[in-house]
Structure formats: structure tokens, C-alpha cells
């Protein structure tokens, strides 16, 4: 489908407290762009409903179910300054940014998590994305969440393989550096020209840094 390859610019905060939500590609893949530009969505909920053996109904829980590529255009979805809020998330494989990501273009990059609730196997379970085969996470935040995995090594951000760079997860109001490779070791650089600090509070965003 077309509008899974579109672009996409949020231009304002998004409240969706009053829904049930249904995560963005959740038959195939988002292999789009999105840009969140700092605004945040707010109270995203996904469906909790369980079959007879306890198995979540909705197989990809998140802002997008999952996160791929197109082979026939080349293009690969970017998930760039999106701020999720107060949310809620179930699903076999399930996390606030994304369920599933399965190729190595995949790039998730100056986003922020607060206050995250994430619910399902423990195995594909996490803050970012719920299972990855491959993609990178770049210069992103965390803070304060509770997640059902069991990759504690990864600070909750995936399971599975990607590529971690610049970011950090928040214990309390300290900031942690959490990254695999490739990121400067200065805090004071984290997100140079993107977000600003104070944080959580106080988040400014600067387009097309």
C-alpha cells in the first residue's frame, strides 16, 4: 500500500486517551517516513484482549506494528523525533516505537519515551521495538517504564540484534549512557542540534538539524 510508503510530518501534540489504538502497518510493514518533529502523542493504548490460552489477539503492538522495507523502491522506514507519552502497549511482540523491526535500513533516531508500560513475551518484548533482526537506534531517551523482557543486558531497549548509538535511559532524574557502538562518550554532546536539555521537562526541538 501507498501510505505505507508515504512521508509524514506530525505538526502538533496528539492526544489518544480516548482510543483503542491500532498500530500503523500492522499487516505490513511501514516502510515510510515519519517525523514526529518533538510533538508528543499521548496516552496510546493498544488492545489487551487474550485468547483462551492467555496469547495477546493483536500480534504487533506500537506506534507501528512493524518496521521494514519495500524491495521493489528500496525504501526503508525512518522513524525520526517522535516523544511517546503515558502509554500503554500489548502484543506478541510489542514495543511503543514499533512490534517488529526485520532489516538493517530500518533507523529510529532522536526519539523519546516517558512513562511506558510494555506487556508481552517476555522474548519480543521491549521499550523501542519488540523483536529486531537488525536497524539501528540512535541518539534516544528513556524514561521511567516498566516492561515485561527478558533482555535486561539491552536496558529494555529491543530484543533481538540492532545497532544502539548515543542514547540513554533514565534512572530517577540521572541520565545513563547506554549505546553498542559508535557513540561519543560526552554526555554534555548527547543529541548535539536536536533536543535540548533540560530534560524531561523542558524539550526543544529544532527542525532540520
Given at each position: 500500500?501507498?501510505?505505507?510508503?508515504?512521508?509524514?510530518?506530525?505538526?502538533?501534540?496528539?492526544?489518544?486517551?480516548?482510543?483503542?489504538?491500532?498500530?500503523?502497518?500492522?499487516?505490513?510493514?511501514?516502510?515510510?517516513?515519519?517525523?514526529?518533529?518533538?510533538?508528543?502523542?499521548?496516552?496510546?493504548?493498544?488492545?489487551d484482549a487474550?485468547?483462551?490460552?492467555?496469547?495477546?489477539?493483536?500480534?504487533?503492538?506500537?506506534?507501528?506494528?512493524?518496521?521494514?522495507?519495500?524491495?521493489?523502491?528500496?525504501?526503508?522506514?525512518?522513524?525520526?523525533?517522535?516523544?511517546?507519552?503515558?502509554?500503554?502497549?500489548?502484543?506478541?511482540?510489542?514495543?511503543?516505537?514499533?512490534?517488529?523491526?526485520?532489516?538493517?535500513?530500518?533507523?529510529?533516531?532522536?526519539?523519546?519515551?516517558?512513562?511506558?508500560?510494555?506487556?508481552?513475551?517476555?522474548?519480543?518484548?521491549?521499550?523501542?521495538?519488540?523483536?529486531?533482526?537488525?536497524?539501528?537506534?540512535?541518539?534516544?531517551?528513556?524514561?521511567?517504564?516498566?516492561?515485561?523482557?527478558?533482555?535486561?543486558?539491552?536496558?529494555?531497549?529491543?530484543?533481538?540484534?540492532m545497532t544502539?548509538?548515543?542514547?540513554?535511559?533514565?534512572?530517577?532524574?540521572?541520565?545513563?549512557?547506554?549505546?553498542?557502538?559508535?557513540?561519543?562518550?560526552?554526555?554534555?554532546?548527547?543529541?548535539?542540534?536536536?533536543?535540548?536539555?533540560?530534560?524531561?521537562?523542558a524539550l526543544?526541538?529544532?527542525?532540520?538539524?
Amino acid at each position: 500500500s501507498s501510505t505505507l510508503l508515504g512521508k509524514y510530518i506530525q505538526t502538533a501534540d496528539i492526544d489518544l486517551s480516548d482510543y483503542t489504538w491500532l498500530p500503523i502497518g500492522s499487516e505490513n510493514a511501514f516502510c515510510g517516513e515519519y517525523l514526529g518533529q518533538g510533538h508528543k502523542i499521548t496516552g496510546l493504548e493498544t488492545c489487551d484482549a487474550v485468547d483462551a490460552d492467555d496469547v495477546y489477539l493483536q500480534t504487533y503492538g506500537g506506534l507501528f506494528g512493524k518496521l521494514g522495507k519495500n524491495s521493489t523502491i528500496g525504501a526503508s522506514a525512518n522513524i525520526v523525533g517522535v516523544f511517546i507519552t503515558d502509554c500503554l502497549v500489548y502484543g506478541q511482540y510489542s514495543g511503543a516505537i514499533a512490534g517488529l523491526s526485520d532489516v538493517d535500513s530500518v533507523n529510529i533516531e532522536a526519539c523519546i519515551l516517558e512513562n511506558i508500560e510494555i506487556y508481552g513475551n517476555t522474548n519480543t518484548t521491549a521499550s523501542f521495538v519488540g523483536s529486531s533482526s537488525d536497524g539501528q537506534i540512535k541518539d534516544c531517551l528513556l524514561i521511567s517504564s516498566n516492561i515485561s523482557t527478558a533482555n535486561t543486558t539491552t536496558r529494555g531497549f529491543y530484543t533481538g540484534t540492532m545497532t544502539v548509538n548515543s542514547s540513554y535511559y533514565m534512572n530517577g532524574t540521572t541520565p545513563t549512557q547506554y549505546y553498542t557502538s559508535g557513540a561519543s562518550s560526552d554526555y554534555s554532546n548527547w543529541i548535539t542540534g536536536v533536543f535540548k536539555y533540560p530534560l524531561p521537562k523542558a524539550l526543544i526541538w529544532y527542525p532540520g538539524a
